[in-house]
Nanobody, 123 residues
Framework: QVQLVESGGGLVQAGDSLSLSCAAS????????MAWFRQAPGKEREFVAV????????YYADSVKGRFTISRDNAKNTLYLQMNSLKPEDTAVYYC????????????????WGQGTQVTVSS
């Protein structure tokens, strides 16, 4: 059984940094793309960033480009999201997700999801 467990969320002030982790277990994730999505209250889940298996390709939502960095450590089966210069509009539940094959931005393509971790940015 595949399990994705996020951690690292919390309450920070605008301008602060926060690092999220997603520990994957239950199978090997060879050739799996992994991504971060987020969902703010009353809004639809939105794409944040995605990374391919080897870590050589990454894509970001325009809203986080230049502030967030996605990375992964395949030896540890762990996905990361470094978030800098946080803004109140970054407040959301952040989810990690995994899918076999190519990088895509739409959430419906992802097979496996974590339970989410709350990030709250105060102004």
């Amino acid at each position: 059984q595949v399990q994705l467990v996020e951690s690292g969320g919390g309450l920070v002030q605008a301008g602060d940094s926060l690092s999220l982790s997603c520990a994957a277990s239950g199978r090997t994730f060879n050739n799996y793309a992994m991504a971060w999505f987020r969902q703010a209250p009353g809004k639809e889940r939105e794409f944040v960033a995605v990374i391919n298996w080897g870590g050589s390709n990454t894509y970001y939502a325009d809203s986080v480009k230049g502030r967030f960095t996605i990375s992964r450590d395949n030896a540890k089966n762990t996905l990361y999201l470094q978030m800098n210069s946080l803004k109140p509009e970054d407040t959301a539940v952040y989810y990690c997700a995994a899918k076999w094959g190519t990088l895509v931005r739409w959430s419906s393509a992802y097979e496996h999801w974590g339970q989410g971790t709350q990030v709250t940015v105060s102004s």
